[in-house]
């Protein structure tokens, strides 16, 4: 019996040691290795849009296009992270940008702790529901400013959606829901809804982030813990 029990004591070891060496050397890169490179025209808008999902964090905003153009800031909203309303003549876009976890803020940590296990579905998948109330607020805010701005700017204008962390999460779902109500929004064609999202949490299952790859690109360096 005390032989039976120390075989088993050594499995349970050296399972949880490989488990733990494979955890702590783990890279994102591991994931997609076997993925093709990504082209110039896939990559060329990310450094752009990096930009505007920084200066969500402050109405000081870092250096942007010349054509860029601050619309709205609001700094203490009360049921999603402080985000910024942006227009760019030149690439024809309104460019809604959501700021990642702020950690002095608690609405942000209700806002992330509201998920109980499978208790929000969304179209035949599932959805963090703290982000996704934070999301359709955001659009019930803003819905009558972007319908605006893209009736003003025309049929080439397109509503990018840009977020970080916490703001990647909801800015995901809030280009979700527009993709999915289009002449709300002002929009015409599913091509004009955009999301680029940098180290976002899990905010969707898996079905519905194959879905929604047309709309949504999300940057990751290296593994992320989210």
Known sequence: MSASCGALECMLCLGCT?????????????????WPLATLSDFSAIPRFILFSLSSYSSASPELSSTATLYKYVSSPPFSPPYAIYTDQSYKEIILAVQGLGLSRKEDYRLLL???????????????????????????????????????????????????SL????????????????????????EQVRCFIMAPPRCMSLS???????????????????
């Not at 490989?18 to 076997?34: H, L, M, P, Q, V």
């Open 18 to 34: 490989r488990w733990a060496w494979r955890r702590c050397t783990f890279a994102g890169s591991n994931d997609s290795e076997s």
């Open 114 to 164: 509201d998920n109980p296990p499978g208790s929000q579905m969304f179209k035949g998948g599932f959805v963090h529901r703290g982000l996704l109330r934070a999301a359709t607020w955001l659009l019930e805010q803003e819905g009558d400013t972007v319908r605006q701005l893209m009736h003003e700017g025309g049929k080439q204008w397109r509503f990018v959606v840009v977020g970080h």
């Open 167 to 190: 703001g990647a999460g909801v800015a995901a779902l809030t280009a979700v829901l527009a993709a999915n109500d289009l002449g709300r929004y002002g929009c015409e064609r599913r």
């Open 208 to 226: 519905l982030a194959v879905e929604y790859t047309d709309v949504i690109s999300s940057v990751i360096l290296q593994a992320s813990l989210a």
